[in-house]
């Protein structure tokens, strides 16, 4: 069974367009993040929610909209794609922010990735 | 730039040599540390961690090392295997701050 799993892998869609992405994992995790990969591979949190609370929200355009309506689920929707967005966007999960753990060994464990190219 | 960053962006290795990846970071406040191993259309897969009252950490085949007074983190592959071929970041954070900061990445290519 997959743990962290999205979809789509890929989306294609037009400049202008409202898409969503959605997240789902049965970990049983309480924290539940968001990245954006670049073409040159940089990894970049975007959000992290913990309990259906958002806990990091970094310096990201008002166009991108997380949305958690449990635990076990982290969507983000975006308004208004421009070609900048183009990327590969990662879910991960973890147990609890790893910066709280007790436990050292408190792993994210990310999906597959879905790939969006704007044109 | 960035606070996290790695010395080589690639590295070539042969199969059954040991592998080091480097990374520096300039965050003092950072106490976590994480190496994470990225295959090509995959998500990135945790291999071992570290905080900053260790200075080295082994796991299997993998060790992190340490070094808080040049900010150094490092992590070693023992007996490099063609599976170990991915793409390496770094990440680190701070315990008053939930958010991880990932380094641009290391392409290790094991040679058979």
């Known amino acids: 069974d997959t743990a962290v799993s999205q979809t789509p892998k890929y989306l294609v869609t037009q400049m202008g367009n409202d898409k969503s992405i959605k997240c789902e994992q049965n970990?049983?995790?309480?924290?539940m993040y968001w990245y954006k990969q670049d073409s040159k591979k940089f990894l970049k949190i975007m959000f992290s929610?913990?309990?259906?609370?958002?806990?990091i929200n970094e310096t990201v355009p008002n166009r991108f909209s997380p949305k958690s309506p449990d635990k076990a689920h982290l969507n983000l929707h975006i308004n208004s794609l421009e070609l900048g967005d183009s990327a590969v966007y990662f879910c991960?999960?973890?147990?609890?922010?790893?910066?709280?753990?007790?436990?050292?060994?408190?792993?994210?464990?990310f999906g597959p990735g879905t790939r969006l190219t704007v044109l | 730039g960035e606070s996290v960053g790695l010395h080589l962006p690639t590295l070539s290795v042969q199969e059954g040599d040991n592998s080091i990846i480097n990374c520096a970071y300039s965050?003092?406040?950072?106490?976590?540390f994480i190496w994470y191993k990225q295959e090509s259309g995959k998500g990135p897969q945790f291999i071992i961690d570290?905080?900053?009252?260790?200075d080295k950490r082994q796991g299997q085949r993998v060790t992190v090392l340490l070094n808080k007074t040049v900010k150094h983190l490092s992590l070693q592959i023992a007996a490099t295997q063609p599976g170990d071929s991915a793409v390496y970041f770094c990440?680190?954070?701070?315990?008053?701050?939930?958010?991880?900061?990932f380094g641009a990445g290391t392409t290790v290519t094991v040679r058979a």
């Open positions: 965050n003092s406040a950072s106490d976590y």
């Open positions: 570290i905080r900053s009252n260790m």
């Open positions: 970990l049983g995790h309480d924290t």
């Open positions: 991960a999960s973890s147990q609890d922010s790893p910066l709280l753990a007790v436990s050292s060994y408190n792993e994210q464990f």
């Open positions: 929610y913990n309990n259906k609370e958002l806990i």
């Open positions: 990440a680190e954070g701070a315990s008053n701050d939930y958010k991880l900061s």
